[in-house]
């Protein structure tokens, strides 16, 4: 079975641009979440979506965003890209919204120059 | 704050002998806890679930111990094995959360010497 799809694998976007990242989840699981992971660190919750709806959403500034589609994939949108935004972004499944375990994909390299 | 974090940031361990990766967790951080594997250039791998309404559970060669009343999380691999070098995570769920929102430790990075 497909685990957790993540595209692309690697981004390079400059200062004040902006990126979508995409995600498919197990195939049954109805729950997408997105976590941050700086090197060095543990990943940090972003948002969670069940069935397309926001269930959570992290200390992140506005210009992170995203959505769940009918299919249960999902988009993490960030805009005015900051150096700081650089990182690996996670996407998790799970097949419920409460304690189920999140299953990762192997995450967008993102580089902003 | 709710917060869980990792007490060394590094073990080594020779081939075959038993591996002992210790977590912390705060007050009210979790009534949910998960084990992660990450190898380099892959996400985080489930190993292994605890709820607080256990003490212990038992997978293929790992354990998880909870010890509520010091809020404290270990895991036990058995007769470590080249392959489980990698950095390790304690995930907590956040008490009262009806969404799957995990705090995540800052990592053990586990050497197995061959």
């Known amino acids: 079975d497909a685990g957790v799809t993540q595209s692309p694998t690697h981004l390079i976007k400059t200062r004040g641009q902006q990126v979508t990242l995409r995600c498919s989840p197990i195939?049954?699981?109805?729950?997408v979440s997105w976590y941050q992971q700086v090197l060095g660190q543990g990943p940090q919750f972003i948002f969670q979506?069940?069935?397309?709806?926001?269930?959570g959403r992290g200390n992140f500034p506005d210009r992170f965003s995203a959505r769940q589609f009918p299919n249960y994939s999902s988009e993490l949108n960030v805009n005015a890209l900051l150096l700081g935004d650089s990182a690996l972004y996670l996407c998790?499944?799970?097949f419920g919204a409460g304690n189920s375990p999140l299953h990762f994909g192997n995450g967008t390299r993102l580089t902003v120059t | 704050g709710e917060s869980v974090g990792l007490h060394l940031p590094t073990l080594s361990v020779q081939e075959g002998d038993n591996s002992i990766i210790n977590c912390a967790y705060s007050?009210?951080?979790?009534?949910?806890f998960i084990w992660y594997k990450q190898e380099s250039g892959k996400g985080p791998q489930f190993i292994i679930d605890?709820?607080?309404?256990?003490d212990k559970r038992q997978g293929q060669r790992v354990t998880v111990l909870l010890n509520k009343t010091v809020k404290h999380l270990s895991l036990q691999i058995a007769a470590t094995q080249p392959g489980d070098s990698a950095v390790y995570f304690c995930?907590?769920?956040?008490?009262?959360?009806?969404?799957?929102?995990?705090?995540f430790g800052t990592g053990t990075s586990l050497t197995v010497i061959p």
């Open positions: 979506y069940y069935e397309k709806e926001e269930r």
């Open positions: 605890i709820r607080s309404n256990m």
């Open positions: 195939s049954g699981h109805k729950s």
């Open positions: 998790a499944s799970s």
């Open positions: 007050n009210s951080a979790s009534d949910y």
């Open positions: 995930a907590g769920k956040k008490v009262g959360n009806t969404g799957n929102q995990f705090y």
